[in-house]
T-cell receptor, first 109, second 113 residues
Framework: KNEVEQSPQNLTAQEGEFITINCSYS?????LHWLQQHPGGGIVSLFM?????KKHGRLIATINIQEKHSSLHITASHPRDSAVYIC???????????WGAGTKLIIKP | SQTIHQWPATLVQPVGSPLSLECTVE??????LYWYRQAAGRGLQLLFY??????ISSEVPQNLSASRPQDRQFILSSKKLLLSDSGFYLC????????????FGQGTRLTVV
């Protein structure tokens, strides 16, 4: 079993829909990252969370430390939101990142 | 401000050729440095990390090596590439503080032919 599990693996939705991507982890963490990867490969950091909730524009990220679970929400989704969204947790004495496999999101116009 | 540079962005190399990917960090000192790899259809996986000059830890046995000749320079190398080395390589750094944010290079898409 992977230490970081994301769901769903693939998600296709219509423009304007509310999107939720989930991340569960099984290790102790010091922080959790949500990142976005576009087809060209470049990775952009969206959020880093250690507790509670963060909001940036149409993106909202929440984390429940007790349940070892985080969610990324996108409100009023747009085709330009199409990308792979990756959850990664910081764990261990060297603060390495353990990565989820990613969720491929396609927003249709 | 802190920045991280990783190059090249894309690379096509023949089997058996050498590899050198470079990552440099600006605006900080004494960072933890990391190399990750994403094989096709899989999540990113830690290859190497470094807590200081000349200090390299390997997480996964492979055909690759890493070096840190300067505090803010991290190099990923191979003497002879294999087809299975194809993938997306990502350099990252973070401060040596619990909960410090991680910063990422743009990545290198390597295709071994």
């Amino acid at each position: 079993k992977n230490e970081v599990e994301q769901s769903p693996q693939n998600l296709t939705a219509q423009e304007g829909e509310f999107i939720t991507i989930n991340c569960s982890y099984s290790v102790g963490i010091s922080a959790l990252h949500w990142l976005q990867q576009h087809p060209g490969g470049g990775i952009v950091s969206l959020f880093m969370l250690s507790s509670g909730k963060k909001k940036h524009g149409r993106l909202i990220a929440t984390i429940n430390i007790q349940e070892k679970h985080s969610s990324l929400h996108i409100t009023a989704s747009h085709p330009r939101d199409s990308a792979v969204y990756i959850c990664a947790v910081r764990s261990g004495s060297n603060y390495q990142l353990i990565w989820g496999a990613g969720t491929k999101l396609i927003i249709k116009p | 401000s802190q920045t991280i540079h990783q190059w090249p962005a894309t690379l096509v190399q023949p089997v058996g050729s050498p590899l050198s990917l470079e990552c440099t960090v600006e605006g900080t000192s004494n960072p933890n440095l990391y190399w990750y790899r994403q094989a096709a259809g899989r999540g990113l996986q830690l290859l190497f990390y470094s807590v200081g000059i000349g200090q390299i830890s390997s997480e996964v046995p492979q055909n690759l090596s890493a070096s840190r000749p300067q505090d803010r320079q991290f190099i990923l190398s191979s003497k002879k590439l294999l087809l299975s080395d194809s993938g997306f390589y990502l350099c990252a750094w973070s401060a040596r503080v619990k909960g410090a944010e991680a910063f990422f290079g743009q990545g290198t898409r390597l295709t071994v032919v």
